[in-house]
C-alpha cells in the first residue's frame, strides 16, 4: 500500500495526461466504427446482422470486462494495468488495418475492446485518488473531454474519413496516437496507486459476464431483431438471472468482485439513479438524431456527422468550466439548472417535421448538449466523492458498467418506441384516404416512401417526446442532491514515491 501525504503535495499531471490520452483514443474508437460498417459490409461480402457484431462484439466485451476493472486497479499496479491495456489496444489496431478476413478483423476489434475497457476505470480512480477532494471537480471536468465527446467526435471524424478514403484508415489513424501512448508509458509512467493482494473469484467473473453480457447484447439487438425473437428475451432473462446470482453472491464473500455496498451512501446511489434515467433517456439521441438526419431527410453521413459536432464542442469547451464551478458551487443547482435545459431542448425534438431546417436542429442539439455537461460529471463526483477511499475502484466500475448497461436498454426502449410508433402511424394511413397536402410533389421519392418516411418522423417525435419525460424523472431527483462535506482525514497517496515496480 501506499503511504498517506498531505494534500498539499504535487499531482501527477504527466501520469493524468498520458493516461487521458489512452482513453480518449480507446473511447474514440468505440463509436469510430459504426459509419464504416457498411463499406466493410461490401469489401468482406457478409451481412448485415454478420458486420454488426464489430460493433457488438466490442461492447460486450466492455460490458465484461468493466465490472472487473475494480479487481486489477486494486490487484495491480496503474503502470502494469495501463501498460497492459494499451499495449492490447495498439495491437487490435494494427490487425484490424492489416486483417485481410472478416474473421481478422473481428478478432482485431475484440483484442481492442480488451484494452479499451479497463481505460475508464482506471482513470477516473487515478484521478479520484491523486487529487483532493475540493479539486476533483476541475480534473473530473476535464475528464468529461474523454467520456462525453470522444464518442460524440466518433461519427463526424468516421463519417468523413469513410467518405473520402478507405474503412481502414479509421485504424490508420488511431494506431500513432496509442502506439506514442504506449512507448510514453513504459518509459515515463510511475506507480502511485494502492494495492492490495485480493484473490479473483472465478465465479463472480462469470455471473458477472452471464449478467452484464447478457443484458447487454439482448437489449442492444432488440431494435433490430425486435423483442419477439428467442435470442433477445432469452439473453435478457439469462441476464437478469444472472446478475441477481451475482449481487447475493457478492454479499457473501469477503472479497467481492463489484462491491454493491456501496450503495448504502446515499449521495453515491442517488447520484448513480440521476446518471442511470439520464443514459435512458440521451444515449437514444445518437441513433434517432442521425436516423431523422438521414434516413427521413435524406442528408449525406458526413453532414449527420457534421450536426453533432458543434454540441461535440460546446461539451469539450464546458466540461472543464463545469468542473470549477462544481468546485465552487456544488452539484445541486448545476444538475437543476441543466436537466430543465435538457428537458426543453429534448421536447422541442419531438416537434421536427420535414422542413425543419439543418441549423435549427444542430442548434437545439449543442443547447441540449451545454445542459448535459452541467449535469453529467458534477453530478457523478458528487456521488463518487461520498466513498471511501478503498471502494473508489468499485465506485468507478460501477458507474461505468451501469452507464453501458443503461445506454444499452436506453437505445432499445427508444428504437421500440419509434417502430411501435411507426407501425400504429402506417396503418393509420393505410386505412384513411391519402392527404395530398403532405405529399411533396418536388420529391424524386414515390408516395409509398414519402409517406413511410413521415410516419418514422411520427415515430422519432414520440419518442424524443417519452425521452423528456424520463429526464424531468432525473430532474426531480436533481433536488435531493446534496453536497458531500470535504473530510480533511480522508488519506492522500504518497506521489512522491514509486511503490511496486
Known sequence: MSENISPQQKAP??????????AFVAILNETFLNVALPSIMTEFQVSPAKVQWLATGYMLVNGILIPASAFFIQRFTNRSIFITAMGLFTLGTLLASISPT???????????ASGSAIMMPLLMNVMLVAFPIEKRGQVMGFFGLVMIVAPALGPTLSGFIVEHFSWRMLFNVVLPFSILSLFYAIFRLKNFTPQNKIKLDVLSIILSSIGFGGLLYGFSSAGEMGWSNPSVYGTVILGTIGLVLL??????????LLEFRIFKYPMFALSSAISITISLALFSGMILIPLYIQTVRGFSPTEAGLLMLPGALVMGIMSPISGRLFDKHGAKNMAIIGLIIMT???FLFSKLSM???????????????FGMSLVNMPVMTNGLNQLPVKDYPHGT????????VAGAIGSALMVTVMNSRMEARLTEISKEPIDMSLIDSNSSLDIPKQLEDLAMLNGINFSFFVSALIIVIALILAFFIKRVPIDQSDPKLDL???PNK
Open 344 to 346: 426543453v431542448t429534448t
Open 397 to 404: 466500475a460501477m458507474n461505468n458498467t451501469l452507464s453501458q
Open 247 to 256: 449481487i447475493l453472491r457478492q454479499f457473501r464473500i469477503k472479497e467481492p
Open 13 to 22: 499531471y504527466g501520469v493524468i495526461a498520458i493516461l487521458f490520452v489512452g
Open 496 to 498: 512522491t514515491k514509486t
Open 355 to 369: 422542413t425543419t431546417p439543418y441549423l435549427l436542429v444542430a442548434l437545439v442539439f449543442s443547447v441540449r448538449a
Open 102 to 112: 472478416f474473421g481478422v478483423l473481428f478478432i482485431a476489434r475484440l483484442i481492442q
